[in-house]
């Protein structure tokens, strides 16, 4: 029984405990007092009655006037005239009381009133004995009268008791469903923190649960950090903080190779040609913070940008890549502000910085794109310039030739609906835990995936009703074809569109059994106002049975302290992070600190971008729940 229902039955029976108490009382007090007063009426009127009778000569005929005008006052249930041996001279008795006083309270009231006995005389010799009881319908309807009159007394009393008591009570219920709440989300492992209620005993047990969930928070925060640390460590440059080569060459190879919207971008090549003499000019100390101050302004060169990586191929080459950015000459201006800006951190020297500028897409070979910017560098470093930028225009096809085109074909294509490619996500044993459905758009009489898409998608900002069509197109396949989980991305634009989540949660409510196998992931580069927004999705959507998921971690990780209380079911991390896993120490290490920190929070750790089998029993020994890309087969 709940706690509410007994506090609920202990008001009810302590009014109630009342009620009889007082009404007990209440018919007692006035039964002794009732009794008392007919008591000495009996005693007053029989020897009132014996007295006359006494003073007037004994004709029976007389007496019996007399007992007969006594009695039919009507307040006397019986008189009885005995003689001196005891027999009946004269009696008068009434009938039983026919009032409107229940026979079951007369029956638990039972007055017990002793007769009122009376000596008569005649002279100095005793005539007789008078016997008189009277009648107690009046007290019957006095104590009836008084205990409605308690009852409806208290039945208001007791109304307004229950008022205040139900106020008292949602006083008390409210910050209790919070705690029960924060402690089914501590069971499920997703530490929130409520607002601490009034009540003492409650307010000393809400802020242990959330100096608990703070702890969490605060220990994911430094392991992530510790975590993050390592990271750093093994991947970054120690002097610039750029990725070190393989592992930026890893990331490219990973990017290109895949079919999602990071595959379209810019990449960057500056090179910093006689770094020795340079040296030997400005010093070790200053050549490092030239060199930092160069990848700090590159890293820094398009804000907009989903996510920008810099890597430090050798001592002097640095190459920046900025995924969903197709423009390269919109970045020109920047880039020549921001390498002035690095070159005016030695004055009085000549710093030459020639950069190179190209555009990639999913069709790229990784090859053919480091030959196109070395040609391209090489042309810029035979320039008289100090700073020269050379943008190398590739040969791209274009499926159309307007933004409106592509606006109008878009929305054609988002209309008529997506397909989903499915691709499996498995476990150490083969089973499936859900599969990966990005979706597909008919556009140019060609399915095309979301490389091809996507950065148009988002620049007519048409990714809500993208994902609301890709959602519908889910729940359609599950309806007629019901097989494991599916996998859906969500945008960023979309999760923080009220009107979206709103709309999604409508549609999800029309069919509550299919919205249990849906899965729903957003993009790993999530800022505060995003991070948020996902918080209010998860809890919009979670009575729905819904499942949630952050993919493509990378760098990223550091950012789970802040999602410790949204309830995410997994994590998929980087394909950057797992190519090459069997051959890194470092990447394994790194894997396996991050499945260790997720496990602890009940969070399934999924390897993103598998491509050979070698990788994937190197994730599984290092702790990963599960795993996607090419190599996966089932």
């Known amino acids: ?163 205040i008591a139900t106020l008292v009570v949602r006083g008390i219920k409210h910050p209790l469903v919070r705690m029960v709440a924060q402690a089914k989300d501590i069971s499920a492992r997703r530490f929130t923190t409520i607002k601490e209620p009034r009540t003492l005993e409650l307010r000393e047990v809400a802020q242990a649960m959330n100096i608990l969930s703070a702890n969490v928070r605060q220990m994911l925060s430094q392991e992530s950090q510790k975590l993050d640390e390592l990271r750093r460590h093994l991947q970054h440059d120690r002097v610039t903080g750029a990725l070190n080569r393989d ?181 150490a044993d083969q089973n499936i835990l859900h599969y990966e459905c990005p979706a597909r758009l008919e556009l140019a009489n060609h399915w095309q995936t979301a490389g091809m898409f996507i950065p148009w998608v988002s620049r007519f900002h048409l990714e809500p009703g993208l994902d609301i069509a890709v959602v519908k197109k889910a729940l359609e396949q599950l309806a007629a074809h019901p097989t494991h989980s599916i996998g859906i991305n969500i945008s960023i634009a979309s999760i923080t569109n009220a009107q979206f989540v709103n709309e999604l949660r409508a549609l999800l409510e029309k069919q509550p059994q299919l919205a249990k196998q849906l899965c729903f992931e957003v993009p790993a580069t999530l800022d505060a106002q995003a991070i948020g927004s996902l918080r209010g999705l998860c809890t919009a959507l979670r009575p729905l049975g819904c499942q949630f998921g952050i993919e493509h971690v990378g760098a990223e990780f550091t950012k789970l302290a802040d999602l410790h209380d949204i309830g995410l079911a997994y994590l998929k991390i980087d394909s950057s992070l797992i190519c090459g896993i069997q051959a890194s120490h470092e990447q394994q290490t790194i894997v396996r600190g991050m499945s260790t920190l997720c496990h602890s929070l009940g969070i399934q750790v999924i390897a993103e971008g598998v491509t050979e089998q070698a990788e994937l029993d190197t994730l599984f020994q290092v702790g990963v729940d599960g795993a996607t890309g090419p190599g996966v087969r089932i």
């Open 1 to 163: 029984m709940s706690l509410i229902k007994q506090l609920w039955l202990a008001i009810i029976a302590l009014l109630l405990l009342s009620f009889i108490g007082s009404l007990a009382i209440s018919i007692t007090s006035s039964r002794d007092y009732i009794e008392q007063e007919v008591r000495i009426k009996n005693e007053d009127n029989a020897t009132a009655l014996a007295l006359s009778m006494s003073q007037l000569d004994k004709d029976m005929v007389t007496l019996e006037l007399l007992i007969s005008a006594q009695f039919d006052t009507g307040y006397y249930r019986r008189i009885v005239l005995r003689d001196a041996e005891g027999d009946v001279l004269i009696e008068r008795a009434s009938s039983e009381y026919r009032g409107d006083v229940p026979a079951w309270f007369r029956n638990i009231v039972q007055f017990d009133v002793p007769t009122g006995i009376a000596t008569i005389q005649d002279g100095w010799r005793q005539f007789g004995t008078l016997e008189l009881e009277s009648q107690h319908s009046f007290a019957y309807a006095s104590l009836w009268r008084s205990m409605l009159g308690l009852t409806g007394w208290f039945l208001l009393a007791g109304a307004i008791s229950l008022g």
């Open 247 to 427: 592992v930026f060459m890893g990331r490219l190879a990973s990017l290109l190779g895949s079919d999602d919207a990071r595959a379209t971008g810019v990449m960057v090549m500056v090179s910093v040609p006689a770094l020795e003499e340079l040296n030997e000019q400005l010093g070790h100390q200053a050549t490092d913070q030239l060199l930092s101050e160069l990848v700090k302004q590159l890293s820094q060169l398009t804000p907009s940008s989903e996510e920008s990586l810099v890597g430090r191929l050798n001592g002097s080459d640095f190459m920046l890549m900025l995924p969903l950015v197709e423009n390269s000459k919109i970045l020109v201006d920047r880039l020549y502000q921001s390498l002035e800006t690095v070159a005016g951190l030695a004055p009085g020297t000549t710093i030459r910085l020639p950069t190179a500028l190209v555009a990639y897409t999913p069709q790229d070979v990784r090859g053919e794109l480091l030959a196109t910017l070395d040609d391209a560098l090489a042309e810029a470093e035979s320039a008289s310039s100090n700073i020269m930028v050379v943008v190398r225009e590739r040969e791209q096809t274009s499926l159309f030739n307007s933004h409106i085109e592509w606006r109008s074909a878009l929305k054609a294509a988002i209309t008529q609906g997506p397909q989903l490619a499915y691709f499996p996500v498995i476990d």
